[in-house]
């Protein structure tokens, strides 16, 4: 991706930000869910749970559609699995970090083996950035 462009990425979206993700189902139907993510590296990263309609979507199609202030593009989703792995430890704790304000509401349990970190890598997209249009 033009260094540019990811620079744009990560000033809008490097921290707590929400970001629409759509699915298709097994029957081609679409679903879309708003999500708080945070980009880093040419990737959105959010925390969600392995059972979810989302994750069983991706499964089958690992190809997103998202978009978010000014931002539209598609990516491809995938489970790096148990956020308390070993190998996630690094980016468990920028994702607590960047989430502090609302991570221990209760609606992140470490404790279930099923909450996951989701990684979006872009693939392509539009963005906007003062009045001028970037494609990618």
Known sequence: ??????????????NDSLI?????DETGKPWVRTVDAIYVDEAF????N???NKMKHINKNPVVAICG???????????????CNEENKGLAEKLREAFASWYDNGHTNENDVNTIILKITVTDGIIYKNGKRFEF
Do not use: C, P, Q
């Open 69 to 83: 202030e000014w931002f539209s593009g598609h990516g491809k989703a995938e489970s790096l699995g148990y956020i």
């Open 1 to 14: 991706m033009k260094k540019n462009i990811d620079s744009i990425l990560t000033e809008r979206f490097g």
């Open 50 to 52: 392995a059972a979810t």
């Open 20 to 24: 629409s993700v759509a699915t298709v």
């Open 45 to 48: 990263y959010t925390i969600t």
